[in-house]
């Protein structure tokens, strides 16, 4: 008999080919209702944070540098009132071997991978995530495809997800390229039905606690060299499982560092439009992934999401394309450090939250990324301009995402503008409700209130006005 | 004519409009769902030809033959003059004018 390979038909066998590809049966950790048991799930299928740093350390991820950006803090100091001006750090994850850290997700993925026997490896990623599987199934003998969304339907390509697709062509990886669409989902599936390869997502417990390691070296080497821990660690927040395992993390450390997400403000634009695909100059740690990966995470390629970033965040703030573009030249310019957009999102953000906070204080971006040709700022805002996009200096609070950019005229107006977080955990339990067929349990209250980092109370409150 | 286990670029429509998901926004729904991947050309062909190639994981696809020895074009964009504009800015509010 052969096998129906529309669209309709494929994703009708969704869960049978994730649970051969992905080798978790979700349905363990369930209770039937809204709740399931996080923490089992991690603990179950997860890895612990000394075999994670072993796994890790073997295949030369990890242990990054902790940079201080004293003459970003200074020019933070000039713009702050008289006694602020938290000291301004980075940890250089663009060490690790890919070039970011996603080395660290997939690092435990493809060993897992490997432990269990498959031959090779997928992943659907348009981001660094795509360089880091090619680079660990390379060093594991593993054959790996990238499945990425590149262009348009004018086969214009965004310069940033080209240079990923060569860097994963690079390290030996097939990187099978789309035009805009969720449906990219199906060719995945697709890919992994025929080839029987392991589904290295990013949302599985694997791939978030493997980024644990980083939210405790920090703590470590902040010890180590400050004394103390960092007050505040500011995540780029997309699909919500940078700033999951790093609070986890930190968390395991024992260190109570306020956790800030940041995202790029892509407002208004919809990340399925084929028009509208090349009028963003990011291609990820923005809006249109943070937002409805937080409030909800199970939107993901696996059943349970093991990125659930409401349970950690204290704060959330979105910063403007045109900010991040300034602070990326400053960074360049004053600390002679070129780095990529992912990390310099949030160091946007940390800019005009170190003015917020007291000098004696601490504040670090825990990450940054590698750039290059097409993954660079001049490139990314010589397309925009290619693209119709006007670009110039002004307020960039006034930056309507897919029709301007606006650099900050002076870089005080740089501000991180913050999103109402109790409106997105009342959306979270809102979906939850509205996915739920039986009676609310009081497993499922604790448990929401767990999801959104609140308390029963606030979940009953939120209950009764639904 | 390019010779069978030439490096070659293929594309193919995986969705034809009419087959595209529900959820999908107006414009996109317009256009086909496309795919382009590169592998080893299985047979002498032409460009333009239905072809089927091996990747480098062994796979067998198939598309038409667009490219042969596909190379990376991306580059460092054109020159943005308002970078200049802010590295002298910064480094005059932190050094002074003379240095900036």
């Not at chain 1, 495809?145 to 990886?173: F, H, N, T």
């Not at chain 1, 670090?364 to 990324?369: D, G, R, S």
Request: overall charge negative; hydrophobic content about 40%.
């Amino acid at each position: 008999m052969t096998i129906a390979n529309d669209y309709q038909s494929v994703m009708g066998r969704k869960a049978e080919i994730m649970l051969k590809s992905v080798g978790i049966d979700y349905s363990a950790f369930e209770s039937g209702s809204i709740a399931f048991d996080y923490e089992k799930m991690m603990r179950e299928t997860g890895y612990t944070l000394e075999e994670m740093q072993e796994i890790q350390y073997s295949v030369n991820v990890g242990n990054t540098p902790v940079l201080e950006l004293k003459n970003l803090t200074a020019l933070a100091r000039k713009c702050a009132p008289l006694g602020k001006g938290a000291r301004i750090f980075i940890k250089d994850e663009a060490a690790n071997p890919s070039g970011s850290f996603k080395a660290r997700r997939a690092a435990n993925a493809v060993y897992h991978a490997k432990r269990l026997g498959y031959k090779g490896v997928i992943a659907a990623t348009s981001g660094n995530y795509g360089a880091a599987v090619a680079s660990q199934a390379a060093i594991a003998g593993l054959k790996c495809i990238i499945v990425q969304e590149c262009y348009d339907s004018k086969g214009v390509g965004q310069p940033e997800i080209v240079e990923k697709a060569r860097k994963c062509e690079a390290l030996g990886a097939e990187v099978v390229q789309l035009s805009v669409g969720p449906e990219l989902f199906y060719k995945f599936l697709l890919l992994l039905e025929e080839t029987g390869y392991f589904n290295a997502s990013l949302y599985t417990p694997f791939g978030i606690a493997g980024v644990e390691t980083l939210g405790y070296e920090i703590a470590m080497q902040f010890r180590e060299k400050y004394g103390k821990d960092p007050d505040a660690v500011v995540c780029t927040n997309a699909g919500g499982g940078n700033l999951t395992g790093t609070a986890r993390g930190l968390r395991k450390a024992g260190a109570n560092s306020t956790v800030i997400g940041a995202s790029v403000n892509l407002a208004g634009l919809h990340m399925a439009s084929d028009g509208q695909f090349n009028r963003k100059s990011f291609t990820t740690g923005h809006t249109g992934f943070g937002m409805p990966f937080s409030s909800w995470p199970d939107r993901s390629d696996v059943p349970r999401s093991a990125a659930r970033p409401l349970r950690y965040m204290d704060r959330y703030v979105t910063i403007a394309q045109g900010e991040v573009f300034y602070i990326t030249e400053t960074l360049a310019s004053l600390e002679g450090l070129e780095k990529g957009p992912a990390g310099n999102t949030a160091l946007a953000a940390a800019f005009a939250i170190a003015q917020e906070m007291d000098q004696d204080e601490m504040i670090l971006v825990q990450e940054t990324e590698y750039t290059g040709a097409g993954k660079h700022i001049q490139p990314q805002i010589s397309f925009a301009k290619d693209n119709g996009i006007e670009v110039f200096f002004g307020d960039p609070s006034e930056e309507v995402p897919g029709k301007t950019i606006i650099f900050p005229s002076h870089p005080s107006m740089i501000k991180a503008r913050e999103v109402d977080l109790d409106h997105m955990r009342r959306s979270l339990i809102k979906t939850a409700v509205n996915n739920c067929s039986g009676v609310l349990t009081e497993e499922d209250i604790l448990f929401l209130a767990e999801e959104t980092k609140t308390d029963e109370g606030f979940v009953k409150g939120v209950l009764k006005s639904l | 004519m390019i010779k069978k286990g030439e490096w070659v670029r293929i594309h193919k429509i995986i969705l034809q409009p009419s087959e595209r998901a529900p959820q999908v926004p107006e414009d996109t729904k317009q256009v086909p769902l496309e795919m382009w991947d590169k592998g080893f050309l299985q047979e002498d062909a032409e460009i333009g030809d239905e072809v089927t190639i091996e990747t480098v994981t062994g796979r067998a696809e198939t598309g038409t033959l667009i490219e042969v020895n596909p190379y990376y074009e991306h580059d460092f964009g054109k020159f943005v003059p308002e970078l200049l504009t802010i590295d002298k800015q910064v480094r005059g509010i932190l050094f002074g004018g003379d240095q900036a």
